[in-house]
C-alpha cells in the first residue's frame, strides 16, 4: 500500500527508543510493540476513510479518545 500525498505519522517505537523486548500480546507471537503498531495503523486509515465520524457521533474529540483507547487497550 502506498503513502503517496499522505503525511505518514512518525513511528513512536522508533522514535522513543522503545525496546520491544519480546513482550507478545498474542498467543500467535505478536509483539506488543507489533500488535499496537498494527491497531493504530487501523486507527489512521479509519481517520482518514471516515473523518465524519466526530460529527455524527456527536465528540468533538472523536478521534483523540479512539487513540487513546487504542494505544492503551493492552
Known amino acids: 500500500m502506498t503513502t503517496e500525498g499522505k503525511k505518514r505519522q512518525p ?3 522508533k522514535t522513543s527508543g522503545f525496546n ?3 513482550v507478545l500480546a498474542k498467543s500467535d507471537g ?8 498494527h491497531c493504530l495503523n487501523v486507527f489512521c ?6 473523518p ?3 460529527a455524527v457521533s456527536g465528540k468533538e474529540n472523536f478521534f483523540e479518545l479512539l487513540f487513546f483507547s487504542v494505544y ?3
Open 11 to 13: 513511528d513512536f517505537f
Open 20 to 22: 520491544d523486548n519480546g
Open 30 to 37: 505478536t509483539s506488543l510493540a507489533g500488535h499496537i503498531r
Open 45 to 50: 486509515a479509519l481517520q482518514q476513510a471516515l
Open 52 to 54: 465524519i465520524l466526530p
Open 72 to 74: 492503551l487497550h493492552d
